[in-house]
């Protein structure tokens, strides 16, 4: 099989790369507003499944990627500070939308406000715990590889 050529070096390559990496994250985010906005509008799973599986797919792809190279982030290192962190800021930020979106959606949480505080309640608890365990044991991996890959590049 026949090698193409590339016709940029390796100072456009790079700037490509970070073209590209803007692009995906502009992508990501917008993808999940739109998922978001969709589902507060009342959309149904058939409207907007198409999109969560593309989303879910980015997701997934990236975070193995990530894994098998060894990276956990460009700003934290895995630890228990971190996981708390993130796990605490990402259930807060999906329980105000989770309580929004049935508010706005299901007439029985309009008259009973306190059936909503305790559905909230419950849906918090359950995203931290597996937020927290998923980063933890992502954590846990992307340390044993990046401890991996120093043993590697050290022989």
């Not at 790079?14 to 990496?21: N, Q, S």
């Not at 995906?24 to 198409?50: C, E, H, P, R």
């Not at 929004?100 to 059936?115: E, G, H, L, R």
Request: net charge positive; hydrophobic share 45%; charged share 20%.
């Amino acid at each position: 099989m026949k090698k193409v050529k590339k016709a940029v070096d390796e100072r456009q390559e790079l700037e490509m790369l970070k073209v590209e990496h803007f692009g995906f994250w502009i992508m990501f985010w917008l993808l999940f507003a739109s998922i978001i906005i969709q589902t507060g509008m009342g959309a149904s799973y058939k409207q907007v499944g198409f999109e969560w599986g593309v989303f879910m797919i980015g997701c997934i792809c990236t975070s193995i990627s990530y894994l098998r190279r060894g990276l956990w982030d460009y700003y934290t290192k895995p630890c228990i500070k971190t996981y708390l962190l993130y796990s605490i800021a990402f259930t807060i930020i999906f329980g105000i939308l989770f309580g929004v979106i049935k508010y706005a959606t299901v007439d029985y949480y309009k008259i009973n406000v306190q059936y909503l505080i305790i559905s909230i309640g419950i849906f918090s608890v359950a995203i931290f715990v597996l937020i927290f365990i998923t980063m933890y044991i992502s954590g846990q991996y992307t340390i044993k590889k990046q401890k991996q890959l120093e043993n590697k590049y050290e022989e």
